[in-house]
């Protein structure tokens, strides 16, 4: 295992998982932030940078829930050459901002859009075909559509995007298979350099070792980024 591992716990789901454990691994805990469920206010956010300011962009993130999936932008933040942003989720997560200065689990991906300029493309992979995305404004794609294969690309993975047969999540879910999802990333990765993976999607109410078995199957996959 050649790539480290940051575990970012908010709320405690992941210390009732083992997957990590035999790697090196960094666990930031979170729990004592406010402001944070969902949507992530200003002192969060300085809160939240200021803790990963060390830590690897090129490394697996464990983000815990999807109410937290806006963390992508904090390590994206970091990007500082042009890159494509990988996202297999069940929703796009482009809704406009209620407010200015409060970044949202559900907006995250426009925010980015918008204040990024080293992101030049979103590929979307697992998003439900009832969500219509602004595509005369930004640079989007659908999987199976591809994007440049001369850039590298940042992967977000919130496992809402796998069916509930699979694992259980805290938001509503699509209707990927584990090796569906496998599939696509092992295509991504051999088309462009990884610059950095983050994975959200924990249920913190939930007693499911299903979790832990993708997460571990996850992090085997991305091992050697």
Known sequence: MNTPVIIMDFTKVYRNQFFYLRYPYQLIDCTDIEGTDCYCDSEATETISKRIADLPLRAVHFL???NHHYITKFWTDRIYEDFILVV???????????????????GWVRTI????PFLKEVLFVGVAPEYELPLEKYRICRYPEKPSPVLPVYISIDKDVLSPEVIT??????????????????????????????????CPTCIDNRSNRINSRLLKLFSCI
């Open 64 to 66: 815990d829930s999807g």
């Open 169 to 202: 999540t805290n938001w509503d879910q699509g209707t990927m298979t584990y090796n569906q999802l496998q599939t696509v990333l092992k295509e991504i990765m051999a088309r462009h350099e990884i610059l950095g993976v983050d994975i959200c999607g924990e």
């Open 113 to 116: 859009l918008d204040t990024n």
């Open 88 to 106: 297999a989720d069940h929703h796009p997560d482009m809704q406009p901002p209620l407010f200015n200065d409060i970044l949202s689990c559900g």
